[in-house]
């Protein structure tokens, strides 16, 4: 009933920035945070940033401190993710992630970002 679409990943050089967008719609409850999560080749899925719906708070991963910014859009049920000064070890699908106050957690298809030369 909730689907999660992300947008704005591709392809950037080294040293590069991309603005990730992750647009929530359906019959959405109470949203508690939405974050992004991003998943590598043969690797576990990670935590990248997340945000609580109401309220300041923010959470980075550390390799990502200083780099990335979540930010939100409340009325339009809208999270953001500006990546500055990507890395190669940036590369992976970058997940959305949305979480209601109850059990259900929704996430998104997935945007592939990748940082090459």
């Known amino acids: 009933q909730v689907q999660l679409v992300e947008s704005g990943g591709g392809l950037v050089q080294p040293g590069g920035s991309l603005r990730l967008s992750c647009a929530a719609s359906?019959?959405?409850?109470?949203?508690?945070?939405m974050g992004w999560y991003r998943q590598a080749p043969g690797t576990e899925r990670e935590i990248v940033a997340t945000?609580?719906?109401?309220?300041?708070?923010?959470y980075y991963a550390d390799s990502v401190k200083g780099r990335f910014t979540i930010s939100r859009d409340n009325a339009k049920n809208t999270v953001f993710l500006q990546m500055n000064s990507l890395k190669p070890e940036d590369t992976a699908v970058y997940y959305c992630?949305?979480?209601?106050?109850?059990?259900?957690?929704?996430w998104g298809q997935g945007t592939q970002v990748t940082v090459s030369s």
């Open positions: 945000i609580r719906w109401n309220g300041a708070y923010t």
């Open positions: 992630k949305l979480v209601e106050y109850g059990v259900h957690d929704y």
């Open positions: 359906g019959s959405i409850f109470s949203i508690k945070t």
